[in-house]
């Protein structure tokens, strides 16, 4: 396992000193330059040919995190049972008690899923504070699932939805006043789901102040943070929310299959027990949940990921990936022809973030776009709909990104404008 002791990885507590060292020991002492950045990159292994950004998908795990999952796959599939009853479980709770200190929680507030859908369905699904009149409200740059799931919170609790068109181009007072204006034109209103960073523009939305005006009339908040933990420099505990669903394998770089719920001590009795859990018995934060055999080596192996990133350092990496954002990002407001819809206020962004050329708004000619970047351009980016302003083209730079890179992208937005102005 390239250097990464087994038995560590597997009792939960791989040795994140030692993960950490190698990676330290790669790396120049100049942790801010170029010489650094590219001694991380060479820690992946990207696809050969193509200037991938589009990274939002899922993450790709660096080599020693990789390594250490193949290893644990490797005896999660020889000792099976013998040791799924013999100690598996105690490691698996020294892993949740390794990333509940890493997201500044408890313990006992944190659970693993599989992703932060199956999260955010549980806290979206399982809210029981609802009554029939009652209102819920989600934006449209929500994930879609999770627009699904509020939606359908109509037939099951009996409930009106409200759906709000956040402001382009937004500022954090913007954002601020229009869920302020939803909530005083919707007295009903029990619920919002937010959305801490867009999947589909990169916004990032101030969450707290959000959170504090709806604590302040009653309202619970739901919170997605699947892309924004370890894409931006915060700890769970910073947003001062009850519910959170995050996931693993975005940002943090851990294995496919991991993802975690978040609930606030004091509020576990507004979710509801999962049906497949006993109906008596420990309550607590598990009994929201009920996962049955799933990839246990995937939870397992979160230490290495950990490791790795505590390696850079997190205010570092996001630096780093907003940095690659602002590089392309100034080259593109150049461009005549150009929208960048996510504003350059640094509390509004992260490393990604979505173009369109002015007026080309429907879904065909944005994937028109990325296919011409791809194919004409050899740089992978991806189509994002669901905006109420339009269809758009998504950019997310990674850690093994360089400023060449987006530097090409920009280069290739003159000729994108030129393609679509000919039709």
Not at 216 to 240: E, N, T
Request: hydrophobic share 45%; net charge positive.
């Amino acid at each position: 396992m390239a250097g990464i002791d087994r038995r560590s990885v597997l009792a939960g507590g791989l040795a994140l000193p030692a993960v950490a060292a190698t990676a330290r020991a790669t790396v120049p002492a100049d942790r801010d330059g170029e010489a650094f950045w590219r001694s991380i990159a060479a820690e992946y292994g990207p696809p050969e040919g193509i200037v991938q950004l589009e990274n939002g998908n899922w993450g790709m795990m660096p080599r020693p995190v990789l390594q250490a999952y193949q290893g644990t796959v490797a005896r999660v599939n020889r000792d099976t049972s013998y040791y799924a009853r013999r100690g598996m479980t105690r490691d698996l709770i020294a892993v949740r008690d390794q990333v509940a200190a890493a997201m500044g929680v408890k313990p006992q507030e944190l659970a693993f899923t599989r992703n932060a859908t199956e999260a955010l369905e549980t806290l979206i699904l399982g809210y029981n504070r609802l009554r029939p009149g009652d209102a819920v409200l989600y934006a449209d740059l929500d994930y879609d699932s999770m627009q699904h799931c509020m939606e359908s919170l109509r037939g099951r609790r009996g409930v009106e939805i409200v759906r709000l068109a956040l402001p382009e181009a937004a500022t954090h007072e913007t954002l601020v006043a229009a869920y302020a204006e939803a909530m005083a034109a919707n007295p009903r209103l029990r619920l919002i789901l937010l959305t801490h960073l867009s999947h589909r523009t990169g916004l990032v939305l101030p969450v707290r102040e959000i959170a504090a005006l709806a604590r302040a009339k009653g309202i619970d908040v739901i919170v997605d943070a699947a892309h924004s933990w370890c894409q931006l420099d915060f700890s769970l505990a910073d947003l001062d929310c009850d519910f959170i669903g995050v996931n693993g394998h975005k940002w943090l770089g851990a294995p496919l299959g991991v993802g975690f719920l978040h609930i606030r001590e004091g509020a576990l009795d507004r979710i509801d027990r999962h049906p497949a859990n006993p109906a008596t018995g420990r309550d607590d934060i598990s009994a929201r949940v009920h996962l049955g055999t799933y990839d246990f080596a995937a939870s397992l192996t979160v230490p290495a990921a950990l490791a790795f990133q505590q390696a850079i350092g997190s205010e570092r990496r996001a630096d780093r990936l907003r940095g690659l954002r602002n590089h392309w990002v100034a080259g593109a407001r150049r461009v005549a022809g150009i929208e960048v819809l996510t504003p350059d206020d640094s509390r509004s962004h992260g490393g990604i973030t979505s173009f369109r050329v002015k007026g080309v708004i429907d879904v065909a000619a944005n994937m028109r776009i990325a296919k011409h970047l791809i194919e004409r351009h050899r740089i992978f980016t991806v189509h994002r709909d669901g905006i109420a302003s339009g269809a758009c083209v998504r950019v997310t730079p990674a850690l093994f990104t360089r400023p060449e890179d987006v530097d090409r992208l920009a280069r290739a937005l003159p000729d994108i404008v030129s393609v679509m102005q000919r039709g």
